[in-house]
């Protein structure tokens, strides 16, 4: 099993970004949503968590069923 913390995340027409402990940026892939110190610029809230926790898997390596999401 692995855990993954996810402090403050957003979904944006490319896809979805979040931050994790000790992360005070990120940016999607399209420039169109950003996290700066845990404030969303731009993008919507995250209404389906199935999808999310792929993306994440996806981007972590992960297979889906092992994966356990936190927010921290």
């Known amino acids: 099993m692995i855990s993954h913390t996810w402090i ?35 993008g919507a809230d995250v209404t389906d968590e199935e999808e999310f926790k792929r993306s994440v898997a996806i981007a972590i390596g992960a297979a889906v069923d092992e994966l356990t999401l936190i927010q921290g």
């Not at 990120?26 to 404030?39: K, L, Q, R, S, W």
């Open 8 to 42: 403050t995340r957003a979904k944006c027409t490319c896809g979805y970004i979040w931050t994790n402990p000790g992360s005070s940026r990120v940016c999607c892939a399209c420039g169109a949503t950003e996290i700066i110190d845990n404030v969303r610029h731009g």
